[in-house]
């Protein structure tokens, strides 16, 4: 099946708002500015009557002192330059394309995977920015750009495993700890879809040791796709499988629950003895298990 092509530049637009180039344009000159907002070692000159307009929650806990002083300077101590940049372009134009577009494609696959995983490294931080900050559509358009970014990308290399670690590591250390965030969500989902590679870089190996929830989220997601099956049935699971998806993706549905269990049992758990991990015992009541080691 031939890969998609990188969808027109105009289908990135943000629907129905025409591009503001005149605002624009008061952002890159910084004239008739009465706000400076500071982030690492950039500042940009900027006008209060925009920035509040699209982030109310800076002008909640700013807006009075900047009021009674007249100008003066906002310090983003704990965001990302780059994401920052990209909210005040968006913020002025309204327009996903200068911030948040993705790049030409380049003259190979590598380069061109290497692109979308940089694109989308800055569509998260613009997400987890536009969380923090309460901007609903600003988060909603990085959601976008993230979730269509996902048909055109796949982990070729190590190099693109390790990228996508660092994304959830970061993606892991700026959200709130809830089942199926969105991003946490995407994150785990393309792990699965690139297990294999995922698994033989050692950053991701550190990462999933890392005391995170991520192994938790892991198996949630499997759980929830019923994939968590026996590796020589050409499913996932077992000690030396070779972390292969099956080639369909079929979702299998679960059986019925017996009277009285719940949600979390482990009716479904395969837990015969491995080589691995000795005799394993498993309560399917109470979903506590005991391994003994040989």
Not at 116 to 130: F, Q, S, Y
Request: glycine share 6%; aromatic share 10%; hydrophobic share 35%.
């Amino acid at each position: 099946m031939p890969k998609a092509s990188v969808p027109d530049e105009k289908a990135w637009a943000y629907p129905g708002v025409p591009k503001r180039d005149t605002l624009t344009r008061f952002l890159h000159s910084g004239k008739y500015s009465d706000l400076i907002i500071s982030c690492g070692d950039r500042t940009w000159n900027v006008h209060k009557v925009i920035v509040f307009c699209h982030c109310g929650f800076l002008e909640k806990v700013y807006g009075k002192d900047l009021q009674a002083q007249g100008s003066g300077v906002i310090e983003l101590h704990d965001d990302h330059p780059d994401a920052v940049a990209a909210m005040l372009e968006w913020a002025y134009s309204v327009d996903s394309q200068q911030p948040t577009a993705p790049p030409k494609p380049g003259p190979n696959a590598n380069t061109r995977n290497a692109q979308m995983l940089d694109w989308m490294h800055l569509n998260v931080r613009v997400h987890i920015l536009a969380e923090k900050y309460s901007m609903s559509s600003l988060r909603r358009l990085a959601w976008i750009n993230i979730t269509m970014l996902t048909d055109y990308y796949a982990v070729h290399s190590r190099d693109d495993a390790m990228h996508l670690t660092e994304i959830g590591a970061l993606i892991y250390a700026n959200t709130p700890d809830v089942p199926n965030h969105q991003l946490r969500y995407m994150f785990v989902a393309n792990v699965c879809a690139n297990i294999k590679l995922m698994y033989a870089c050692g950053n991701f190996s550190l990462f999933l040791k890392g005391g995170n929830t991520f192994g938790a989220d892991l198996v949630r997601y499997i759980a929830q796709n019923a994939v968590s099956m026996r590796a020589d049935d050409d499913r996932w699971y077992g000690g030396d499988a070779d972390y292969l998806p099956p080639d369909d993706e079929t979702e299998y549905e679960g059986e019925t629950e017996a009277e009285g269990a719940s949600s979390s049992d482990c009716d479904d758990m395969d837990c015969e003895p491995s080589s691995d991990y000795g005799d394993m015992e498993c309560d399917p009541c109470s979903g506590d298990s005991t391994a003994t080691m040989e």
